[in-house]
């Protein structure tokens, strides 16, 4: 328990899913509410809160303070796409680190249920005469024209490309994937689907961009997650049960892409990654064998299979034979997204770099329940916000 | 003979349709945006490049729901034209899995987008297989 450490001192997350009574305010609060009792402290103790939400009017932070505390803290609202949960988590790390708090609160929260294909909502219409716009010089709208610009097709793309380098990849391949994290949902309360599909149930569902069926797409939902962030030097004058609770973060880290040939053309959500998780196995002393459990993420089918490469879970090329061999299943060597994923656990975009925090949190502090892989001591969370910003955190128990 | 446009500006039309990518003198990385600089060396000057006409399929998908406006299916794909890759549609193609692969040969091909009101077309691009 080094004074420099910083640790998750509570956690929480709200059921994801449909909430049609509860507005974003709500969600915030109750996951707020919630780590801050999880904690054993109150909003008096926090000195520093970077909260994260994309899609509603901005200024979520001080909205949140003024139904559970306003003690006039420094409010960092942080967007990252889909990495701005994790982002937020970053901010707070990096304050306490610095020497600012002891304790600090990061938060995520996002009304997503309903919201269709995060396609960038309705195509343009075209002008009445054409004239050159914008950084191409387009004289109309490109979505659909010059390729595509909706998630499920990006994401499309970027499994395919790992299959034209590598081979071995096909829809089937793709699909499995997807029924291992619905069939891990079915042991998860909180996570929006809880019930098993087939093979055949998922490569017979809608098409959405192939190879990616409706369920081989994150589930749009309501949900909220926030952590409460302690240094080591605080959690020292803490009881023992909070210090028994607390887990580690034993890296955390924030990176972009690095420019590469095609990466302006194709999102390459490979190379940061890959920079993410070799700086954060590097800072925590931590190999991928070691990980008891990886949250990783999913937002696609196709994305969960180049990420055991990225995150290094398996050699350079060797995602399909390492899905194949069942070691991402929970009764596997290196279970990934336990939680279901963001396929069926659900994608409120800005809570689920904490959520996933969240989830490998609870299973070392041994309070997964009916999901609890047993013995867990290290685990790795990751998340991409495409444009692009990955985050990973390594987590350790305590000892 | 109506008159065109390219539909976007790095498309150069006529007798040798072909697309152009802004090429940083100081390191080769091309780009087919504006640019204020280069994203990976920093420099500031751009020369014009022309980008091979052929290319292969490095990654695609076969769109079936897009935004509305959009009809679909259509197949995006990203294509390597000798080392510069492109995003663009497939055409002249079935949009099944059993029609495209990865891997496949193409070449750039014109497409029209549509007629404004001053009776001016505007004319995209894609890449079909080439035979």
């Known amino acids: 328990m080094a004074s420099d450490d910083v640790w998750i001192l509570g956690i929480s997350m709200t059921r994801f899913g449909k909430h049609p009574d509860a507005d974003l305010i709500d969600l915030a609060a109750e996951a707020t509410m919630n780590a801050i009792a999880d904690a054993g402290i109150t909003m008096r103790e926090i000195g520093v809160l970077a909260a994260g939400n994309l899609r509603g009017g901005g200024g979520i932070g001080q909205a949140l303070q003024k139904q559970v505390g306003q003690t006039g803290i420094p409010v960092y609202n942080v967007a990252n796409a889909c990495a701005t949960g994790a982002t937020a988590i970053r901010v707070v790390h990096m304050a306490l680190r610095a020497g600012e708090a002891d304790f600090g609160l990061a938060v995520g929260v996002e009304k997503l249920a309903g919201a269709g294909l995060l396609a960038g909502g309705e195509r343009a219409g075209d002008s009445a005469a054409w004239a050159p716009q914008g950084r191409f010089g387009a004289v109309g709208p490109l979505d659909g024209r010059i390729g595509t610009e909706t998630m499920p097709g990006v994401f499309a793309q970027i499994g395919m490309e790992y299959g034209h380098r590598y081979g071995g990849t096909s829809f089937e391949l793709f699909a499995r994937i997807s029924e291992k994290n619905h069939a891990h949902s079915t042991l998860n309360p909180l996570a929006s689907y809880q019930r098993r599909f087939t093979l055949d149930e998922i490569m017979n569902d809608v098409m959405i961009s192939y190879p990616n069926t409706r369920p081989m797409c994150s589930a749009n939902c309501d949900g909220a997650a926030a952590a409460v962030l302690v240094t080591g030097a605080a959690l020292k004058t803490l009881a023992p049960e909070q210090r028994r609770r607390a887990v580690k973060i034993s890296a955390s880290v924030l990176t972009t892409d690095p420019w590469e040939e095609a990466c302006q053309v194709l999102p390459n959500v490979n190379t940061l990654t890959r920079n993410a998780a070799r700086r954060a196995y590097d800072t925590a002393g931590v190999d991928p064998e070691d990980l008891d459990l990886v949250e990783l993420h999913d937002c696609f089918a196709t994305a969960e299979l180049v990420h055991y490469d990225n995150l290094m879970l398996c050699p350079e090329g060797g995602a399909v034979d390492f899905f194949n061999s069942g070691a991402t299943w929970r009764d596997g060597s290196t279970p990934v997204n336990v939680s279901g994923g963001l396929e069926s656990k659900g994608h409120p975009i800005s809570a689920t770099g904490i959520a996933n925090i969240w989830e490998v949190a609870t299973h070392l502090r041994g309070e997964a329940g009916d999901r609890q892989i047993p013995g867990a001591r290290v685990g790795l969370a990751h998340v991409i916000g495409l444009g692009s910003a990955c985050g990973v955190h390594i987590l350790e128990r305590a000892a | ?131």
Request: aromatic share 8%; with cysteine.
């Open chain 2, 1 to 131: 003979m109506p008159q065109t446009v390219p539909f976007v500006d790095y498309l150069v039309l006529g007798e040798r349709p072909h697309l152009v990518a802004r090429e940083c003198t100081a390191c080769g990385a091309r780009f087919f945006d504006r640019r204020n600089a280069c994203a990976s060396c920093f420099g500031t000057s751009f020369t014009q490049v022309d980008v091979s006409t052929e290319g292969e399929v490095r990654a695609f998908t076969i769109v079936a729901h897009a935004a509305p406006g959009v009809p679909v299916p259509f197949v995006s794909a990203t294509v390597d034209c000798a080392g510069t890759s492109v995003r663009a549609n497939l055409i002249n193609v079935a949009p099944t899995p059993e029609a495209v692969r990865l891997g496949m040969k193409v070449r750039l091909a014109l497409t029209p987008v549509g007629v404004d009101q001053a009776g001016t077309e505007a004319i995209s691009f894609g890449f079909e297989p080439r035979p």
